[in-house]
Every structure is written in structure tokens, then in C-alpha cells.
T-cell receptor, first 119, second 116 residues
């Protein structure tokens, strides 16, 4: 059973607003991820973190930013939301340390997602 | 180039029938992992099954099995005795080492609908 939580579940806001999507996990996982998913489409990695004070850009360019001040918390921020940011945002975590750095069976645990609509 | 290809945008199957969801992948790395995830309409991603590139046997997890054909670079998901609750999007994903970092890349997904 995964213990990773995202809030809010749904968010509808106007253009130009600053928003923060919350993601927390209670499993003590070092690695955390943000994926963006348009309806019926594949997931694209936009940010990831190896641990506290570590943040990396993913494969898909995103105007959002992330921070990792605590192990359990990995919030995503949009300084000025636009309609093009409308999408589902999925947070995930994994714990690769016990598997070794080259392990390929590192399973991701996902949150329920935040569906963002920018009007 | 597409790393993971799922050629079936949608599938419709009668309840209790077996169903095979196709997935082909492209990598030059000898060490990689293949995953299948299920995404119900509620949006969360649920891990189903994993297959490592060096695993000799096909992975099985309850009603799920993975038909791994390494030479053909395919990793099809087989669901036996389908149930109404199996209706969902299904994503194939591959983990490989890219520029020193392990990354998980997803396919486009297949929407499976189980009819009563």
C-alpha cells in the first residue's frame, strides 16, 4: 500500500495565478518525481529529485519549479498559470538505495494526481 | 524515436475472456526493466507487474502475466479471466540508464473496456 498524497485533487484557477501542488510521502523514499499527463496520453517526466536539496529537470520542458527541503515533501509551483498548463500532474516516489544504483526494478509509487484547469 | 510503443489505443473484451495488451520497446542498453501500470478513471497509477531484461522466466502476478520476447523487444501484458473492474488505461513503461540516471519512460497507453 503506497503512502503518497497529493493535494488538491482538483484545481480550477484563473490565468496569472501562482499555484503550488503539494506532494507528500510517508515511506522515507529518497527519490521523488513529477509527471505531467494530458487526457488519454502518456506520462512525461518534468522534475525529479534524488533527495533533500536535489532537484533535476525531466525529459519534458516545464515552466514549473520544484523544491525538496524535506525528504517527505516535494511541492511543484507555477508562478503564473496559463491555459497551456491545464493537465494532470502525478507525483511519485521510489526507494532505490536498497536495490543498488544500477537496479532496474525500482518501482514507482504514485499519488492520486492533481487535475489542474487554468481558465 | 519512440522508446515504448503501444499500438492499441483501445480494446473491447467480453468479461471472463483473456486479453493481451501489446507493448514493444527500443533500447540499446542490455540492462533494463519493463513495467505495466493500470490507471483507472480515478487517475491514480497502480503497479501491476515487472520484468527484468535478465530474467529467464516470464513474470506472473495473479491474473497478470508478461509475455516477454527479448529478441523481438516485446513485453505484452496478458490478463486472464477479465473482470469488469479491469476496465482502465494500461501503460507499459521501461526503466533504463540514461546519462547516468535511471529513468522510467511510458508508452501512450491502451484503454481497455470490459463488456458484461
Amino acid at each position: 500500500e503506497a503512502d503518497i498524497y497529493q493535494t488538491p485533487r482538483y484545481l480550477v484557477i484563473g490565468t496569472g495565478k501562482k499555484i503550488t501542488l503539494e506532494c507528500s510521502q510517508t515511506m522515507g523514499h529518497d527519490k521523488m518525481y513529477w509527471y505531467q499527463q494530458d487526457p488519454g496520453m502518456e506520462l512525461h517526466l518534468i522534475h525529479y529529485s534524488y533527495g533533500v536539496n536535489s532537484t533535476e529537470k525531466g525529459d519534458l520542458s516545464s515552466e514549473s519549479t520544484v523544491s525538496r527541503i524535506r525528504t517527505e515533501h516535494f511541492p511543484l509551483t507555477l508562478e503564473s498559470a496559463r491555459p497551456s498548463h491545464t493537465s494532470q500532474y502525478l507525483c511519485a516516489s521510489s526507494d532505490p538505495d536498497r536495490l543498488g544504483p544500477l537496479a532496474t526494478n525500482e518501482k514507482l509509487f504514485f499519488g492520486s494526481g492533481t487535475q489542474l484547469s487554468v481558465l | 524515436a519512440q522508446k515504448i510503443t503501444q499500438t492499441q489505443p483501445g480494446m473491447f473484451v467480453q468479461e471472463k475472456e483473456a486479453v493481451t495488451l501489446d507493448c514493444t520497446y527500443d533500447t540499446s542498453d542490455p540492462s533494463y526493466g519493463l513495467f505495466w501500470y493500470k490507471q483507472p478513471s480515478s487517475g491514480e497509477m497502480i503497479f501491476l507487474i515487472y520484468q527484468g531484461s535478465y530474467d529467464q522466466q516470464n513474470a506472473t502476478e495473479g491474473r497478470y502475466s508478461l509475455n516477454f520476447q527479448k529478441a523481438r523487444k516485446s513485453a505484452n501484458l496478458v490478463i486472464s479471466a477479465s473482470q469488469l473492474g479491469d476496465s482502465a488505461m494500461y501503460f507499459c513503461a521501461m526503466r533504463e540508464l540514461i546519462q547516468g540516471a535511471q529513468k522510467l519512460v511510458f508508452g501512450q497507453g491502451t484503454r481497455l473496456t470490459i463488456n458484461p
